[in-house]
């Protein structure tokens, strides 16, 4: 019976002595100890909720009233995102590994977390109007994601080191930087640049040509920003109905969506 009190007192002051001892809730989540409860949020709020987030975009990259917020950036910010999706699947699966693995993965997830909570800030104002429709929800998630990446780069970077050199994690640091920024840059603008040619050689070409470049854009059409506004502009100027079907049904290849629709909204 003593040892059982005793051992009961053990715990009583283990638990008490707990918080005091740096195991707050915060430095458990960067801690190298990994949970299965944290390894559940990661899954669900790194990979299942941005993806949710971009098929269910009520105002950002689609829809909107009188139009996305940020159509402009829809490239970079998909780009980016599939990047940042990649870079958390593979370190979840292998963790820590070689070095430079370690830096590039810490590197590029950091910068996702940034990335993520710059996002969320500059989507507050309307994801707290969006609460009383009831999608406000998800302006909050790139909070919770930010989170997930930072953790997760932290923990990549607190790796262990064969070189402890401080300009070989420099360099390592900067291509990884190079990297994550640079590469959906790169890959935007030519995407960019392969969409506006299709685009004119639609507006201005004859039938074939115009339906070929419409079906050349289908694996793009994620893509398709304000790129598409040009096809809009040339349907409202054109008084030839054969001309106006045929862009009507190129926008509605490019973009899954009645053009006719899209101007009834960008004018209410």
Request: net charge neutral.
């Given at each position: 019976m003593r040892t059982m009190m005793g051992s009961l007192n053990f715990i009583e002051r283990d638990s008490i002595l707990r918080p005091v001892t740096g195991t707050g809730f915060w430095r458990?989540?960067?801690?190298?100890?990994?949970?299965?409860?944290?390894?559940?949020?990661?899954?669900v709020f790194g990979?299942?909720?941005?993806?949710?987030?971009?098929v269910f975009d009520p105002i950002v990259f689609r829809g909107g009233f009188g139009g996305p917020l940020a159509a402009e950036y829809k490239s970079y910010v998909y780009l980016f995102s599939g990047l940042q999706l990649t870079l958390l699947s593979f370190w979840l699966l292998a963790r820590s590994g070689f070095q430079?693995?370690?830096?590039?993965?810490?590197?590029?997830?950091?910068?996702?977390?940034?990335?993520?909570?710059?996002?969320?800030?500059?989507?507050?104002?309307?994801?707290?109007?969006?609460?009383?429709?009831?999608?406000?929800?998800?302006?909050?998630?790139?909070f919770l994601t930010g989170i997930?990446?930072?953790?997760?780069?932290?923990?990549?970077?607190?790796?262990p080191r064969t070189d402890t050199s401080i300009s070989t994690r420099a360099m390592i640091v900067s291509l990884g930087s190079l990297f994550v920024i640079g590469a959906p840059?790169?890959?935007?603008?030519?995407?960019?640049?392969?969409?506006?040619n299709s685009v004119d050689?639609?507006?201005?070409?004859?039938?074939?040509?115009?339906?070929?470049?419409?079906?050349?854009?289908?694996?793009?059409?994620?893509f398709v920003g304000i790129e598409s506004n040009k096809i809009v502009t040339a349907y409202e100027q054109t008084s030839d109905p054969?001309?106006?079907?045929?862009?009507?049904?190129?926008?509605?290849?490019?973009?899954?969506?009645?053009?006719?629709?899209h101007i009834r909204i960008m004018h209410d």
């Amino acid at each position: 019976m003593r040892t059982m009190m005793g051992s009961l007192n053990f715990i009583e002051r283990d638990s008490i002595l707990r918080p005091v001892t740096g195991t707050g809730f915060w430095r458990r989540q960067f801690a190298a100890e990994v949970t299965t409860s944290q390894l559940g949020f990661d899954l669900v709020f790194g990979i299942i909720g941005p993806i949710m987030c971009f098929v269910f975009d009520p105002i950002v990259f689609r829809g909107g009233f009188g139009g996305p917020l940020a159509a402009e950036y829809k490239s970079y910010v998909y780009l980016f995102s599939g990047l940042q999706l990649t870079l958390l699947s593979f370190w979840l699966l292998a963790r820590s590994g070689f070095q430079f693995w370690n830096e590039l993965a810490g590197t590029g997830l950091f910068l996702g977390g940034l990335f993520c909570f710059v996002v969320g800030v500059v989507l507050l104002p309307f994801s707290l109007m969006g609460l009383i429709l009831g999608i406000g929800i998800f302006g909050f998630t790139p909070f919770l994601t930010g989170i997930v990446y930072a953790r997760n780069g932290v923990r990549a970077l607190r790796s262990p080191r064969t070189d402890t050199s401080i300009s070989t994690r420099a360099m390592i640091v900067s291509l990884g930087s190079l990297f994550v920024i640079g590469a959906p840059l790169l890959l935007g603008f030519v995407i960019h640049l392969a969409v506006e040619n299709s685009v004119d050689e639609i507006i201005n070409g004859d039938v074939p040509h115009a339906s070929t470049a419409a079906q050349r854009m289908w694996p793009l059409k994620y893509f398709v920003g304000i790129e598409s506004n040009k096809i809009v502009t040339a349907y409202e100027q054109t008084s030839d109905p054969a001309r106006k079907q045929l862009l009507k049904s190129c926008y509605q290849e490019i973009t899954g969506e009645d053009i006719d629709e899209h101007i009834r909204i960008m004018h209410d």
